[in-house]
């Protein structure tokens, strides 16, 4: 998670469930929002991020489960 949220302590906090999913990946993706905001969307990077956010997907859903 620390890898796909791009921080050890969003990783951290949303393994702990001291965030949930949403928050933690709005917070990992405050800079390439900007991004996206000033320069607009990029299809590559977009098909990058759906890529990340299903992963994190799984990954909550493992470390929940165990």
Do not use: P
């Not at 949303?14 to 969307?41: M, P, R």
């Amino acid at each position: 998670m620390t890898t796909l949220c791009g921080s050890a302590v969003t990783g951290l906090a949303l393994f702990k469930g001291a965030v949930d999913l949403d928050a933690a990946w709005k917070a990992a993706h405050v800079d390439e929002d900007w991004t996206i905001e000033q320069w607009g969307e990029d299809d590559e990077a977009q098909a990058r991020r759906a890529w990340r956010e299903k992963e994190i997907r799984a990954a909550v859903m493992i470390s929940k489960a165990l």
